[in-house]
């Protein structure tokens, strides 16, 4: 008995597995069943033969146990004793040519266990060779009509034996495909092509395919020639890797995804409208498409762009337009569909696509540290004039930017990106908005550590980057209780025996010179920066006493901070050398400097309040690697010339770069 089958372009996995046996069915204590289903596409036109053979494994034999003939014959469930069983499937007839029918083999093994269902996947797969004739345009344009190629199994053309039938061949009048299942002692394909030429007269080519395989497409290709008036050229192309041939008949109790008219294997474009055949043995329960990580149920719900049809309980169209795509991301992208029946038959599928729009940016596509961006786009549209790329810091003002066809993409760059902020962007074609606005999420900038001082190694010396000219004279800052119940770092400005020192905190190192009691501080930490800061701030209460040691100033002496972003190099500041001190006049043009800052100031503060220092960078700074940083506070601006009050004292707590 004949029956309709889906010749499927693609090669599927075998799926086996056991699920608990439908109660309805009745076995023996020691019999299982096994379920052997068939998918089929519901436009298939190609009517076969079956063949179903189930065996028995025993030991080295194979003993036949059930035969069918007919697809209807089998039974949903088939009680088998259990055991170790192979099924094979031969789907068509042998014939050595034809124009019509392919032929199929495949087998599974599988086992069976007592009280328990197999549910069994056969892939038969092409065992015909496939050959093609192609006839160029200009073959019918050129050539009286009547020409043909014929193909035959043979190592010559013989008219008379073909004639006969004692020479097995196929005649093409048109470009088509035959197929072919040669016998075991024959691997040679014969083709000959005859035509007449109005001016010309009588024409006629032939060759050889030689070393034939199955399950191989090969392709002669026929054109008539201007160069060589009367000529055709013959070219015969026989690639086994490229045009290996993969149709398959799937026997499967899983539903199954199959493109309408087209191969579901293959890329598509978002701007294509396609359709896909869904089909069950059971009851569909689950229909689902999913894209972008977000899962949508198309079997119940309204999805934009999809149309669902149900054509029964066991088969569906479901039809993708464009217009779902407006919520896909640019580029290379994946739809999967997910589907389930009620007899637990479960199938997933991707189907790659070529999506047009914005493409999602990566974290080495934008730089917090230049604060630029490079966005990338994928365009289908050839006939587009005009792209462009708008991105937002609120969602509410954008900036657009010109983009530029680059590297099969079309890219621009965006400026202002900075850390721990949220992104909007997308893709503007021809002034109109086109696919999915994405969002990004930068990265927070990282911050110095132990800024909040709550981590001390002992009670006079904080831990991370942090030091102070402590020493075994005067101790000019330690541990104090913070403003939120933790821990600070006090600076106190004091008399060391005879001289002025200022209370200090500083990324850096110092050395104290005993025999002259001076000291030099090197300003100046390895600092890995992910962003560029805008400013650094830090919570602060301070006294502010009257200048009494050292006649650089008079009056109310003056706190402050001061910041530097460097390439890498330090700065050395020796108090018997006043030509090395930083000052708010020189920081700026310091050699390796990237980012400065300063402040200072003679008000006092019982409570705590925040301040900040706002960075200036220098000329190209964008071009220069940040390497070090430095973060100093003193309650006596003047220290170094060893001038300031003993009054003067300040807590420093959450110092915190702000990106």
Not at 132 to 157: C, H, M, P, Q, W
Not at 536 to 564: C, E, H, P, R
Request: glycine residues 8%; contains cysteine.
């Amino acid at each position: 008995m004949k029956k309709i089958f889906a010749i499927l372009s693609m090669a599927i996995a075998v799926v086996a597995c056991s699920t608990e046996i439908d109660p309805a069915v009745e076995l023996a204590a020691t019999e299982g069943a096994m379920r052997l289903g068939v998918a089929f596409q519901q436009s298939a036109t190609v009517d076969e033969e079956v063949v179903i053979k189930i065996y028995k494994v025993e030991g080295e034999e194979l003993n036949l146990v059930r035969r069918y003939t007919s697809l209807n014959d089998v039974p949903e469930y088939l009680a088998l004793l259990a055991g170790n069983y192979v099924a094979k499937v031969q789907v068509g007839e042998k014939h050595i040519v034809s124009f019509d029918e392919k032929y199929y083999l495949g087998e599974k093994s599988f086992e069976v266990t007592a009280g328990n269902v197999s549910n069994v996947t056969v892939d038969c797969k092409i065992q015909s060779t496939v050959v093609r004739i192609e006839y160029d345009t200009t073959v019918a344009e050129k050539l009286n009509a009547g020409y043909f190629t014929n193909v035959s199994v043979a190592e010559s053309y013989n008219p008379t034996a073909i004639a006969s039938g004692d020479v097995h061949s196929l005649r093409y009048e048109e470009t088509k495909e035959g197929y072919y299942v040669l016998p075991a002692d024959q691997t040679t394909l014969f083709w000959h092509f005859e035509g007449e030429h109005p001016v010309e007269g009588a024409i006629m080519k032939e060759g050889k395919i030689e070393n034939v395989k199955p399950a191989v497409r090969y392709t002669v290709k026929l054109k008539y020639s201007k160069d060589a008036p009367g000529g055709i050229i013959i070219e015969a192309i026989v690639d086994d890797s490229i045009e290996e041939v993969d149709d398959t008949l799937i026997f499967s109790p899983d539903p199954t995804i199959l493109g309408d008219g087209f191969n579901e294997k293959e890329q598509q474009l978002s701007t294509v409208t396609r359709t896909y055949n869904i089909a069950s043995l059971a009851n569909i329960t689950k229909l689902a498409i999913e894209a972008d990580g977000v899962e949508h149920d198309i079997l119940s719900g309204n999805v934009a762009g999809v149309n669902v049809v149900k054509v029964d309980e066991l088969n569906y169209k479901v039809t993708v337009a464009p217009e779902f795509f407006v919520n896909v991301s640019g580029g290379e992208n994946a739809i999967s569909f997910s589907i389930e029946d009620v007899d637990g038959g479960k199938a997933k599928k991707d189907i790659q696509y070529n999506v047009q729009g914005i493409m999602p940016l990566a974290i080495e596509d934008y730089n917090l540290w230049t604060g630029k961006a490079t966005f990338k786009a994928n365009i289908i549209d050839t006939a587009a004039t005009s792209v462009k790329i708008a991105y937002s810091a609120n969602g509410t003002t954008w900036t657009e930017v010109d983009a530029t066809a680059e590297g099969g993409y079309y890219t621009a760059t965006g400026a202002g990106f900075s850390a721990e902020k949220s992104y909007s962007y997308k893709l503007i074609v021809d002034g109109a908005d086109s696919g999915k606005t994405l969002t990004v999420a930068t990265a927070a900038g990282v911050q110095l550590p132990n800024g909040d001082f709550e981590s001390w190694t002992d009670s006079k010396n904080a831990a991370g980057l942090w030091s102070s000219g402590n020493n075994t004279f005067v101790t000019l800052m330690k541990q104090a209780s913070g403003r939120n119940g933790g821990s600070c770092a006090f600076l106190d400005s004091q008399d060391a025996v005879g001289k002025f020192a200022a209370g200090n905190l500083f990324t850096g190192s110092f050395e104290l010179n005993i025999s002259t009691m001076s000291g030099k501080v090197t300003f100046g930490k390895d600092f890995k920066f992910n962003a560029k800061p805008e400013s650094v701030s830090f919570w602060m209460k301070n006294s502010q006493g009257q200048i009494n040691f050292g006649d650089k100033a008079s009056g109310t002496d003056k706190y402050s901070a001061m910041v530097l972003i460097t390439d890498g190099t330090t700065y050395t500041v020796d108090t018997t050398d006043e030509s090395t001190f930083l000052t708010p006049d020189n920081i700026g043009s310091k050699p390796g400097i990237i980012a400065y800052g300063y402040i200072n100031g003679d008000d006092s503060n019982a409570d705590w309040v925040e301040k900040t220092v706002q960075l200036t960078y220098v000329d190209g700074y964008e071009q220069m690697a940040p390497k070090k940083i430095s973060v100093s506070f003193t309650p006596s601006s003047l220290g170094d010339y060893f001038c300031g009050s003993n009054n003067s004292e300040m807590y420093v707590d959450d110092v915190r770069l702000n990106y």
